[in-house]
C-alpha cells in the first residue's frame, strides 16, 4: 500500500505530464490554463504554481493545497512557489462535489469564444452526444479572488450531465473522474466548440433529439471503449 508521501509524488508527476496535453492540443498560451488533481484519500489537491511557463514545469514545482486553497508545507516539499490564481475555483469543486478527482481551466480559442458570447453549446453533434449528454452549458460571470468561481460551476454541473462548464466571459472549465478525463473534457469541448462555429457558419446546426442523445450518452459510458 502507497505511503501518503507516494500517493503526492504520484499526483505531482501526473499532473505535470498533463500540462503537455494542453500545449499539445493548443489549448492554452503562455502560463495561462492549469490541471489539478485531487489526492486519493486525504483532503489535498496538486496544482500547476501560478505564472510559470509550460515548459519549466517539473514535478516538484506542482503545489500541494487543502482543499480550501491554503498550500501545505513539510515534508512533502512544496516549492515555495504560489499556486494557480484558480486554485480557490478548484478546491471548491473538490470540496462540494467529492466525486470529482480533477479540475482543469484553459482559455481556447473556440469555446472562449462561447463563452464571451455567454451562449451554451448547442447538441448538434454526435460526439457531443457521447461525452456531453446535451448541450454545454454557461455558468455565471465571477471573478479571480475567491471561490465565485468554484459555485459557479458546481450550480451549473450538478444539473448537467456535462463535464464541462463554459464561465461567462471567462472561460471552459472541465471536471472528471480524474485529471486526465478532466482533460479529456476540456480537448474535446474545444474540438466541438469549433466544429458548431463553423457549422453556423453555413446555416442552423439541426439539434439532436433527447432520446437520441440519451441513448449515444448511455453507451459511450457504460459499453464503448475497453
Known sequence: MSTLSETIQAARVDVCALHSELTQYGLVVWTAGNVSARVPGADLMVIKPSGVSYDQLTPKLMVVTDLHGTPVDGEWGNPGLAPSSDTAAAAYVYRHMPEVGGVVHTHSTYATAWAARREAIPCVLTMMGDEFGGDIPVGPFALIGDDSIGRGIVETLEHSNSPCVLMANHGPFAIGKDARSAVKAAVMCEEVAKTVHISRQLGEPVP???????????????????
Not at 439532436?208 to 475497453?226: C, F, K, W
Open 208 to 226: 439532436l433529439a433527447p432520446e437520441t442523445i440519451s441513448s449515444l450518452h448511455d453507451r459511450y459510458h457504460n459499453v464503448y471503449g475497453q
